[in-house]
């Protein structure tokens, strides 16, 4: 099987694989997806038609948790060889979900996967009372807070990204946005396959982040933040040094430039995101801002850090339904609430969503919230 | 099988705050894309071309933007891409674009000629049906399915209230395609992108035989006087009762209205 003029073997060292099965033995949807990593490394391997790839609709219930990735002993990385048959069915324009075909077209239309329109990105900064600069108005600032397509649209996550002008306020850190001119990072893009797409989007973003001279910047999203940080960089000059707003605030509590003073007196845990933590190793910074919120019991679900389970919203999952039986969200929910966790705290709008949904459909609204880190942060100022 | 397949680009109006400038919309700020009738015609043409083999030319009347929207056809199977454009052009009316298209398929080699049945913007429904009439050629609109064989199209065509009419006509003819005949197939940005290499013969008034009084306004049969937003009022009537006579004050209403 080929890709882009070499074989799959070639250019995922497929050869190296011994078929130990520890990646379909990690991964998040195994227990009710036909998906068999494993599998896919020998079918890749041994195929020499990737007409096979064509009855793999099992392709698209991967989440890129990257939990296969992480295990591997032999170094290799199943996820991408997934994201790569994805590809093909891409490029076919065949076995693709209609729901990914049209977030995908979104993006090129509108610069966001949600199809909403780019005018109407910076809604969620109306009826708001705090001041937020606008770079492509003239401003200037030493910091680019990269919003992100879900915080800019969604109407659970826009409360998110008023937390983090909240917090980001009270802290008086310069910084501004890209407004309306911002676009989406690309990270699902190429989760989903679309690898053409994605390099049309860095190649507009790295153009854009160099008309507006972008030195630092900082993300609400782990998606964003694992894109510009990891992926960019293999398709143009990435000028610019970029954190996770849990990476950044653990640097402004260090300089006690956060004054934290409402208690919250809640029992909090938190949901380790994939993109964050298993793609990133970040695991302590979260932790270490939570600990500055005062008033908080912190307790740790048995499957933390690495081990945490995937909420199943990465990998194009936010616009696809997946594969039936449980959603591993709810049995997330079901982890926190067996701590006695009264809020899960998440880093991630993906997160947020799933976990939401999940405490709804698990039957725990009323007992559990879900809160991004930011939101916290918010009510304790 | 050799199939024309006729497409317009379009602005994406759906979350457009509509402001009436002159005669047509303020279109800056909205997203083009394909008259999503189109599309379903370019994908049911290349679903032909994979079952019978034969060539697509996509066709378009519109300035250079218009290329993405042909670029797009070629992307997604079809074998060559022709655009017509001369500013004397703009202000045409539906008539005039059939007259323009016919003018220039006349010289093609075609055996089935597919379009829209409708544009996402001016939504009037003329040109396969005058373009079929220009070129002396049957044609059928609405179309939800399409069948060929022997040298003839077995179409099904989608009436009101869930009716289908079942036609067989003789090719060549114009077919003016429905959405939800097919499903159309993603089209990969590296995909747009390879098609973007192969060129799209430009075609002026000269090249099709017509002059600049053929066309635009002073070529049309209708010109467009005002484009003016509706009122917003709003009109609300509780219709009180248990069901059963709330059905029967409900159903009086209707009749009223004519539309029982």
Same mark, same amino acid.
């Given at each position: ?32 997806s ?17 007409d ?15 939990t ?14 997934i ?18 075909m049209?977030?995908?077209?979104s ?31 003239g ?15 969604d ?26 001119? $911002?676009?989406?990072?690309?990270s &699902?893009?190429?989760?989903?396959? %679309?690898e +053409?797409?994605?390099e !049309?989007?860095? #190649?507009?973003?790295l153009?854009l ?10 993300t609400?999203?782990p ?10 960089s ?7 040094e ?6 950044f ?7 006690d430039r956060?004054?934290l ?12 995101p ?14 270490k801002?939570l ?6 019991t912190?307790v $740790?679900?048995?499957?933390?850090? &690495?081990?945490s389970?995937?909420? %199943?919203? +990465?990998?194009?999952? !936010?616009?696809? #339904? ?16 067996e ?20 405490v ?16 916290l ?5 | ?12 109006t ?5 402001v009436?400038?002159g ?6 700020d ?8 189109d ?9 032909l071309?994979?079952k ?8 378009s ?5 218009a ?10 199977g ?13 202000g ?6 059939a ?6 398929i ?33 044609h059928?609109?609405?179309?939800t ?10 179409v ?6 869930g ?40 075609l ?31 009109v ?25």
């Amino acid at each position: 099987m080929e890709i882009g003029g070499e074989t799959f073997a070639q250019k995922f060292d497929l050869f190296t694989c011994m078929q130990c099965g520890k990646c379909t033995g990690g991964c998040t949807v195994s227990l009710k997806s036909p998906l068999n990593v494993r599998r896919m490394m020998r079918e890749a391997l041994i195929r020499e038609s990737s007409d096979v790839v064509l009855t793999m609709k099992e392709l698209w219930d991967c989440t890129t948790c990257g939990t296969c990735t992480s295990r591997c002993p032999r170094g290799l990385d199943p996820a991408e060889v997934i994201i790569a048959m994805r590809g093909i069915l891409i490029e076919e324009g065949r076995g693709v979900p209609k729901t990914i075909m049209e977030a995908l077209e979104s993006t090129v239309k509108n610069g966001n996967p949600w199809g909403r329109s780019r005018m109407k990105r910076t809604e969620w900064l109306q009826d708001f009372d705090q001041e937020v600069k606008d770079l492509t108005d003239g401003k200037s600032a030493e910091l680019l807070a990269f919003i992100g397509c879900t915080p800019s649209y969604d109407p659970r996550v826009q409360e998110v990204a008023r937390a983090f002008v909240r917090v980001f306020n009270a802290a008086g850190v310069d910084y501004g946005i890209l407004g309306t001119e $911002e676009s989406c990072c690309g990270s &699902e893009m190429h989760a989903m396959g %679309e690898e +053409g797409l994605f390099e !049309m989007l860095v #190649e507009e973003n790295l153009e854009l982040f160099n008309e507006f001279e972008i030195t630092k910047m900082v993300t609400i999203s782990p998606h964003c933040y694992n894109a510009f940080s990891n992926k960019y960089s293999e398709y143009g000059d990435v000028n610019f040094e970029v954190k996770h707003y849990t990476q950044f605030l653990v640097d402004l509590i260090d300089e006690d430039r956060l004054k934290l003073t409402k208690e919250l007196g809640k029992v909090v845990t938190y949901h380790d995101p994939c993109y964050l933590g298993k793609h990133n190793s970040i695991f302590d910074e979260p932790r270490k801002v939570l600990e500055a919120i005062p008033g908080i019991t912190f307790v $740790e679900m048995d499957r933390s850090r &690495e081990r945490s389970l995937c909420c %199943e919203g +990465g990998g194009g999952m !936010m616009w696809n #339904e997946g594969a039936e039986g449980e959603r591993t969200a709810v049995v997330r929910v079901r982890d926190a609430a067996e701590q006695g966790a009264e809020i899960i705290a998440v880093a991630c709008p993906f997160c947020m969503l799933t976990l939401e949904d999940a405490v709804k459909t698990a039957g725990y609204e009323g007992q559990i919230e879900v809160k991004d880190i930011l939101e916290l942060l918010s009510e304790s100022l | 099988m050799d199939i024309i397949v006729c497409v317009k680009r379009v602005p994406d109006t759906s979350e457009a705050d509509v402001v009436i400038t002159g005669k047509d919309i303020k279109k800056d700020d909205l997203p083009f894309e394909i008259n999503e009738w189109d599309n379903y015609a370019v994908e049911e043409a290349v679903q032909l071309k994979e079952k019978f083999g034969g060539t697509i030319t996509v066709i378009s009347v519109g300035d250079e933007d218009a290329n993405e929207v042909i670029r797009r056809g070629l992307a997604m199977g079809a074998d060559e891409g022709v655009r017509i454009y001369d500013p004397a052009i703009e202000g045409s009316d539906g008539v005039t674009i059939a007259k323009i298209l016919a003018a220039a398929i006349k010289n093609m080699k075609y055996d089935l000629i597919l379009t829209g049945a409708q544009a996402g913007d001016l939504g009037e429904g003329i040109v396969p049906v005058a373009l079929a009439e220009m070129l002396g050629i049957p044609h059928a609109t609405l179309v939800t399915g399409l069948e060929i064989q022997d040298g003839k199209a077995k179409v099904k065509r989608e009436l009101e209230g869930g009716l289908m009419e079942v036609l067989e006509i003789d090719l060549p003819a114009v077919i003016g395609i429905q959405t939800g005949i097919n499903e159309p197939r993603y089209v990969s940005i590296m995909g747009i992108r390879k098609a973007s290499k192969k060129e799209i013969k430009l075609l002026g008034l000269d090249d099709i035989g017509l002059t600049p009084e053929d066309v635009g306004e002073a070529g049309s049969l209708t010109v467009l006087e005002e484009l003016s937003i509706p009122p917003v009022t709003k009109v609300a009537e509780i219709i009180e009762g248990d069901p059963a006579e709330a059905a029967s004050k409900l159903a009086e209403i209707l009749k009223e209205q004519g539309v029982l």
